[in-house]
């Protein structure tokens, strides 16, 4: 039995069924999957951690939009280091969801002013985000966050006619902060949680997979399009003028497009 050792420093078993889970979510064909999965299998020792489990799938993968997507969760951790890019990234999210929303509003409360991640409405019903964003996958969201985001609604729900608080983060949450947020009305949307609607679901499910997924753009040419408060594959689908924002040859922009088609599309071979 070969133990591996995860982000936050626990120790579990290998699990086959994991690593083949992690890459079918991807949408990757269950054939490649064995195949990966053979292939990490064989790199495998005793107190492997996760991270090179990850890295040896994603060498396997190559340079396909399959390893775009298994890449996920390191994808929305490229958003950072601030947590601006993430706030409109929960907004979409939550537009698909049929919600209307506003990102970075300030609101005066009854003791203090609060800038709110994101104000959502739907059908009569006005929730205020707090979206805790991580740029590690071992950071859980803590009790405090929950409580903090309590005494925040609080202080401006009356004034502004709000009805829940949720708190979204691209980890986990403790059980604290879960039992707290459960205690006081609170909805929390963490990484896998609630179980097949956690935001990893959501993306999958709107196909609203980041830029910082695609592997034909750059590290600065990523942050250029985040800094404009494009976040998605799906708006270079839309619209690839917004390319333009790169000042880079035309090829290169048709490169671009074709890759994040496949992935809006949920292909994952050229």
């Known amino acids: 039995m070969v133990d591996v050792i995860k982000a936050n420093g626990v120790i579990e078993p290998f699990s086959d069924e994991k690593v083949r889970g992690s890459i079918l979510r991807a949408g990757i064909k269950k054939e490649l999957a064995d195949e990966v999965l053979g292939h990490v299998k064989g790199k ?13 799938i994603t060498e396997y993968l190559g340079a396909t939009p399959g390893k775009a997507k298994y890449s996920l969760k390191r994808a929305i951790m490229e958003l950072g280091p601030t947590g601006y890019p993430f706030e409109d990234f929960i907004s979409e999210i939550l537009k698909m969801e049929g919600y209307k929303t506003e990102v970075g509003s300030i609101l005066t409360g009854k003791c ?20 805790k964003f991580h740029n590690d996958v071992g950071i859980k969201t803590e009790l405090h966050v929950s409580m903090y985001t309590k005494a925040r609604f609080d202080d401006v729900s009356d004034r502004y006619g709000l009805d829940q608080a949720w708190i979204v983060t691209n980890t986990k949450v403790s059980i604290d902060a879960l039992s707290f947020a459960k205690c006081s009305g609170m909805k929390i949307l963490s990484w896998s949680y609630p179980e097949n609607e956690g935001l990893r679901d959501l993306v999958e499910k709107w196909k609203l997979h980041p830029v910082t997924a695609l592997l034909t753009l750059s590290q600065s040419q990523k942050q250029i399009l985040l800094e404009n408060r494009v976040v998605l594959c799906k708006n270079i689908c839309e619209n690839s003028s917004i390319l333009d924002l790169l000042n880079i040859p035309h090829n290169k922009k048709e490169e671009i497009v074709n890759e994040a088609k496949l992935i809006c599309n949920g292909q994952n071979h050229p």
Do not use: R
């Open 44 to 56: 495998l020792y005793n107190n492997i951690p996760t991270s090179e489990i990850y890295t040896h």
């Open 112 to 131: 203090v002013q609060h800038e709110v991640d994101v104000i959502a409405e739907k059908n009569g019903k006005k929730i205020m985000v707090e979206a």
